[in-house]
């Protein structure tokens, strides 16, 4: 049973551009969030999707959107890239939302280098 | 507010035994997990507490202070493939998502 998947793996972009990462949850999953992790850091929670819907957002600037699709995968969307978006961003899946206790995993993460 | 906090760095010998600590302040509180991530790699998950006390699995075991916001994970045996960063992380209920510390860098030394 494949585990989060998440594409591309690495990807280099220029300032101002835009760029959309991919992730497929666990079969079964329905709930997908995505964190950013700055080198030498912990993650940094982004967006949080249940049933298509966002149901958490952390405090990033309006430049980051994500949706998710029937099927539970989801796509993250950075626009205007700047410097300081370089980071590994990581995709986590589980089957629940709300109080429950969560069990996560995590995607191998996209490495977004932006020069 | 939300704060973690855990000490950035830690260095021990191959076969000891090394506990890294955590602080936490949270708007809510459904948890507490720690992860392990080796450079590069997809944080993994190690452990889970929600009420007090310890927790034992395998070489691994970790500790809950709900009154004392404190919590750490013991690591025995030491191997040099324990060398990785280790997340501390709560799950709260404010934003549905975790709230992750700075990680600390264990290096195992032969």
């Known amino acids: 049973d494949a585990g989060v998947t998440q594409s591309p793996t690495h990807l280099i972009k220029t300032r101002g551009q835009q760029v959309t990462l991919r992730c497929s949850p666990i079969s079964g999953h329905k709930s997908v969030s995505w964190y950013q992790q700055v080198l030498g850091q912990g993650p940094q929670f982004i967006f949080q999707?249940?049933?298509?819907?966002?149901?958490g957002r952390g405090n990033f600037p309006d430049r980051f959107s994500a949706r998710q699709f029937p099927n539970y995968s989801s796509e993250l969307n950075v626009n205007a890239l700047l410097l300081g978006d370089s980071a590994l961003y990581l995709c986590?899946?589980?089957?629940?939302?709300?109080?429950?206790?969560?069990?996560?995993?995590f995607g191998q993460g996209t490495r977004l280098t932006v020069v | 507010g939300q704060n973690i906090d855990q000490p950035t760095e830690m260095t021990a010998t191959e076969g000891a035994i090394v506990q890294i600590n955590c602080t936490y302040q949270t708007s809510g509180f459904n948890g507490l997990f720690w992860y392990q991530q080796h450079a590069g790699e997809a944080p993994t998950f190690l452990s889970y507490n929600v009420l007090d006390g310890l927790e034992e699995k395998g070489r691994f075991s970790s500790f809950l202070s709900r009154s004392k916001g404190y919590s750490y994970l013991l690591l025995k045996e030491l191997q040099m493939k324990d060398s990785a960063s280790y997340l501390c992380?709560?799950?709260?209920?404010?934003?549905?998502?975790?709230?992750f510390g700075p990680g600390t860098r264990l290096s195992v030394l032969p």
């Open positions: 986590a899946s589980s089957s629940r939302q709300g109080d429950s206790t969560p069990e996560a995993f």
């Open positions: 999707y249940y049933e298509k819907e966002e149901r």
């Open positions: 992380a709560v799950w709260g209920n404010y934003g549905q998502n975790f709230v």
